[in-house]
Nanobody
Framework: QVQVVESGGGLVQPGGSLRLSCAAS????????MGWYRQAPGKQRELVAG???????NYADSVKGRFTISRDNATNTVYLQMNSLKPEDTGVYYC?????????????WGQGTQVTVSS
């Protein structure tokens, strides 16, 4: 089993920055990827950025050049650095860990952290 807990959300003005953190615990050795998703009011949850255990990253087109996903293997934490924030970045941000056990793939979600970009 894997658990993840997010932190770092808040209210920020357009053009500002925030850094989200996602701490993984449990059977972390089976995690093969982690990602950040967001869900805006009335919209479906979408992938924002992901990082594999090998360090490969991918981003949604809407955040390329503004957001950076990174990880600290020593603390089992994944970060999302968000710069040049826009009002359309507002939403609940969720962290997800993808892990494999006995040949099956599982996903563990955090509880989410609210990000509000507004003047």
């Amino acid at each position: 089993q894997v658990q993840v807990v997010e932190s770092g959300g808040g209210l920020v003005q357009p053009g500002g920055s925030l850094r989200l953190s996602c701490a993984a615990s449990g059977s972390i050795f089976v995690i093969n990827a982690m990602g950040w998703y967001r869900q805006a009011p009335g919209k479906q949850r979408e992938l924002v950025a992901g990082i594999t255990s090998g360090g490969s990253t991918n981003y949604a087109d809407s955040v390329k050049g503004r957001f950076t996903i990174s990880r600290d293997n020593a603390t089992n934490t994944v970060y999302l650095q968000m710069n040049s924030l826009k009002p359309e970045d507002t939403g609940v941000y969720y962290c997800k860990a993808r892990w494999v056990m006995d040949g099956r793939t599982f996903g563990s979600w955090g509880q989410g952290t609210q990000v509000t970009v507004s003047s």
